[in-house]
């Protein structure tokens, strides 16, 4: 039962967090709103795999998501390395 309560048991460095991931969640809603036209190739990439027949349709873009991940870790590094 401890273990659980202690599970629960927000503090002041989780609220921290709740605020960074809002602001990081805002930011990135502000850049695809205002800069969705510039997006476009996103998604589109050699590699992507898209199969659209008459009634059925279906989309992987994995070469999207790999260069995603590889952009995210190298933030993530970096954001571990100054704080």
């Not at 002041?12 to 605020?19: A, D, P």
């Not at 999207?64 to 933030?75: C, E, G, K, P």
Request: net charge positive; aromatic share 16%.
């Amino acid at each position: 039962m401890t273990d659980y309560l202690e599970f629960c048991n927000m503090n002041s460095q989780t609220g921290k967090w709740i605020i960074v991931a809002g602001i990081i969640i805002v930011i990135v809603g502000v850049l695809i709103y205002f800069f969705h036209d510039k997006l476009n190739w996103l998604g589109k990439l050699p590699g992507d795999i898209r199969i659209e027949k008459e009634n059925f349709s279906f989309y992987f873009p994995i070469t999207t998501m790999i260069i995603l991940s590889v952009i995210l870790t190298l933030l993530i590094s970096i954001f571990k390395k100054f704080f």
